[in-house]
């Protein structure tokens, strides 16, 4: 018979290991993904006319990159690789989709929500989803329940819009249904022909709350134009300047209800993605008009999620990820101000491009990482990719990848809990067409097309030579070096192109 002391022993031992396993995996995990987002639209990152002190709270209690990167420089691209692990550039359709697009996810693959699920985590997504709902070659019927979307990926509960607020259908969309909707009143959606006897930007536009500049001059919906057609729904649609505090109390409550219990919740707000209507009361918050005002009504919102899991004792235990899906633009199609009254504000902080473009300024976003529990407050300057937060947290929560899974996410956690200086050797880049960066060098394949946008003003980097930069020297990317540097230029073009053949970037 064992002694009692014996088992005394036995029962600490094995509370230490337990409580040292515990430990290394968090109890709860929060990704606020921002909506272009700058790296330097934030006071954390350099901002100065405008405030950011909840997004400055997470950089103060956690660790702040200087070089972390979406996959690409516009939405649905970089959305699919953070949940898929997959570089987009693999797999057609998955550019900017339209508001009816199918899901472009692969439900037979493990995904970011699902390997959490797999993991006992509750999980959430709530806000932008813009990843296309339905199957393939069937048009969606609004007025029943839509499938697949993000339940077949891994999301427990979800309540989201279908792409983004300047495309239709201008409705929510919670767990399959549209919410709201009026069984008399059917919704329905087109992205080729308008509706007969329905207003569009062009027709109404001496009566539009928010004109636009170019696009946007579709169906007309709170005032706003949009992209692609819409009629029926009334009752579902939505009110612009209540969006923030929708989304917002939509992720309150679940933190709430799953407070007893592990959760994940994929936050993706729209703030500051167009069309830009922030609720009244952040109108006038900045000198910057309602791209500045949308910055501070995002903040807001990080901060309810903040205060949420402070409320619940969850903060110390929690692990919260803030970035953005890709760089900042100005005029993105409506005549809101943001380029007049920018001022000596610097979207990109130092960076070129932007939005759309090869450039650093593309997918050089922010990102901030809180554990209390474990991340030290700091600074890394590890170079990071966000297509590796599906690898690395399923390594946090002791998940294995199967042999499909994931094909070009890493386990990166030394780096991203700031155990480690070193990321990455190399980061991919992509607006349409690809760049390499390998340490403080940068390396853009030559393309056609605008070299500035006609529209947005953006400098892409499509140029028909070669580009090289010294990033460590030259952050702006204003000096090309692919001449001066021909034999660095050549290795990182090979390079290049041999990842892109490789079927897969994970061993």
């Known amino acids: 018979m064992r002694s009692p002391r014996f088992l005394l022993a036995v029962f600490l031992v094995t509370s230490l290991s337990l409580t040292a396993a515990e430990s290394t ?78 899901l472009v996810i692969d439900t037979q693959r493990a995904t970011l929500p699902a390997i959490l699920q797999r993991a006992g ?23 029943q329940p839509i499938a697949p979307g993000p339940r077949e990926v891994g999301f427990d509960t979800s309540f989201i819009m279908a792409a983004t607020a300047d495309r239709v259908p201008c409705v929510y969309v919670e767990n399959q249904r549209v919410v709201g909707l009026d069984p008399a009143d059917p919704l329905r959606v087109s992205y080729k022909e308008p509706f007969p006897g329905e207003p569009t930007g062009v027709s109404d536009r001496a009566n539009l709350k928010l004109n636009w500049s170019h696009g946007h001059n579709m169906a007309v919906v709170n005032g706003i134009g949009r992209i692609g057609y819409f009629t029926g729904g009334r009752a579902a649609q939505w009110v612009d300047e209540d969006m923030a505090d929708t ?139 966000q297509v590796d937060f599906l690898a690395t947290l399923a390594a946090l929560t002791g998940q294995k990848l199967g042999a499909a899974d994931a094909p070009d996410s890493l386990d990166q956690t030394a780096a991203l809990l700031g155990e480690s200086p070193r990321g990455r050797d190399y980061v991919i880049e992509h607006s349409n067409k690809l760049a390499l960066r390998e340490g403080a060098w940068k390396f853009i394949a030559p393309a056609g097309g605008e070299v500035v946008s006609k529209f947005t003003g953006i400098q892409t980097a499509n140029l028909p030579a070669p580009q090289l930069y010294d990033l460590a020297n030259d952050p702006g990317e204003t000096k090309n070096l692919a001449t001066a540097e021909p034999a660095r230029a050549d290795a990182m073009a090979a390079r290049l192109a041999a990842l892109k053949a490789a079927p897969r970037s994970r061993p």
């Open 121 to 143: 985590y509750a999980t959430a997504a709530v806000g932008k989803w813009h990843l296309g709902l339905g199957a393939p070659n069937q048009a969606i019927d609004w007025n």
């Open 247 to 385: 989304f917002t109390r939509k992720a309150v409550d679940f933190i709430n209800r799953e407070k007893d219990r592990p959760f994940f919740l994929y936050f993706a707000p729209h703030d500051i993605h167009v069309p830009r209507v922030p609720h009244p009361r952040f109108v006038g918050r900045t000198v910057m008009g309602a791209r500045g005002d949308a910055i501070v009504q995002f903040d807001w919102q990080v901060g309810e999620i903040l205060a949420a899991l402070e409320r619940h004792g969850l903060t110390r235990d929690t692990l919260v990820i803030l970035s953005s899906d890709n760089g900042p633009v100005l005029d993105d199609g409506y005549q809101d101000g943001a380029v007049e009254k920018l001022g000596d504000h610097r979207p990109a902080a130092q960076l070129r491009g932007g939005k759309y473009s090869r450039f650093e300024a593309g997918t050089r976003v922010p990102l901030l990482v809180r554990w209390p529990a474990r991340v030290r407050p700091g600074v890394s300057d590890a170079l990071v990719s």
């Open 25 to 102: 995996r968090p109890r709860n995990i929060v990704i606020i993904y921002a909506d272009d987002l700058g790296y330097g639209d934030v006071s954390c990152y350099g901002a100065h006319r405008v405030g950011t002190p909840n997004v400055d709270r997470l950089a103060r209690e956690g660790l702040r990159f200087t070089s972390a990167h979406t996959t690409s420089a516009t939405c649905t691209p970089s959305r699919f690789a953070l949940l898929s692990g997959e570089y987009p550039w693999r797999r057609d359709g998955t550019g900017v989709l339209p508001g009816d697009a199918a």
